[in-house]
């Protein structure tokens, strides 16, 4: 497994367009805010030794209670996923924060040309997850040709005609973009950016995010760090959601050690989504 990041990883910076802000995360841990324009990255997971070996006692714990076995000394010793709590969550800014109307829905797209087998499911189901969480409805608009980059901006009519540019998930060679995935030694799993346009920063509009093709970890979602834990953690900033210091959150900056949203999370995106009422967007554009 990857040590643990640094202080403040996650913020790199990128620079705003003239239609577009990509949002700042909100502060953690006493670390100021990064300058306007950050991106949120997520350190790669690996699976080591040490994982593979609380697996294995798992198993053999379940195979021995099936046999009728007195396991209670054993099962001390079993790990248990991290459990968060509903107060660990927080969002990219401070006060009010900015979310999408959640009474309209968020259109994405998929570009999937570099992607592993079963990455299309993993976006889906990851997508189902927010929705469910939020109240907020998807629309899967299919498949684009366009990459995730930094100079994205929310209003791209010859690509998606006359409205926001749709939510854009899609991976990327990091040798082959200007998005920063190497930070500190470390190397991002992925890279996410909400936008807003530039008269309304209240409001969520568009945004991307670029999955690393490097990654070594799987499609699915069986263990933290596989690639769909690393979905829900990108779209979580993609809702508004940012880091928090607290293991069994999805948002803890490494995934938190788990492999769905921990109570935190659940917190959080609730007070993004729709019990909290519609926003109204500007016009396309604007």
């Known amino acids: 497994m990857d040590p643990s990041p640094p202080p403040g990883w ?162 990327v060679d990091p040798q082959r973009t200007d998005i920063a995935f190497e930070r500190n030694g470390h190397t991002a799993a992925a890279v996410a950016a909400p936008l807003s346009p530039v008269a309304v920063d209240d409001v969520l509009v568009s945004g991307w995010v670029a999955m690393n093709q490097h990654d070594p970890n799987p499609p699915g979602f069986a263990h933290p760090g596989d690639q769909g834990p690393v979905l829900l953690h990108e779209l979580g900033h993609i809702m508004g959601l940012g880091h928090v210091a607290a293991v069994g959150e999805i948002m803890e900056p490494s995934g938190g050690a788990v492999t769905d949203f921990g109570p935190g999370d659940l917190e959080g995106l609730r007070l993004l989504g729709l019990g909290q009422g519609c926003l109204v967007a500007p016009e396309p554009g604007s």
């Open 10 to 171: 996650g913020d790199a910076p990128a620079p705003p367009r003239p239609d577009s802000r990509v949002l700042p995360p909100a502060p953690r841990s006493g670390v100021p805010d990064p300058p306007f324009g950050a991106t949120h990255e997520r350190p790669r997971l690996r699976r080591g030794p040490g994982l593979q070996l609380l697996a294995a006692f798992a198993v053999i714990a379940i195979g021995l209670t099936a046999l009728g076995g007195g396991l209670v000394a054993l099962q001390r010793f079993v790990a248990t996923a991290p459990r968060g709590n509903a107060d660990e969550h927080a969002f990219l800014r401070q006060g009010i924060p900015p979310r999408w109307n959640p009474c309209a829905p968020i259109h994405y797209v998929v570009n999937p040309g570099l992607a592993p087998l079963g990455s299309i499911e993993d976006v889906h189901e990851a997508v189902r997850r927010v929705s469910s969480a939020t109240g907020i409805a998807f629309e899967y608009d299919g498949l684009s040709d366009e990459i995730p980059g930094r100079a994205r901006g929310t209003y791209l009519p010859s690509l998606y005609g006359d409205r926001w540019a749709p939510l854009l998930i899609g991976w």
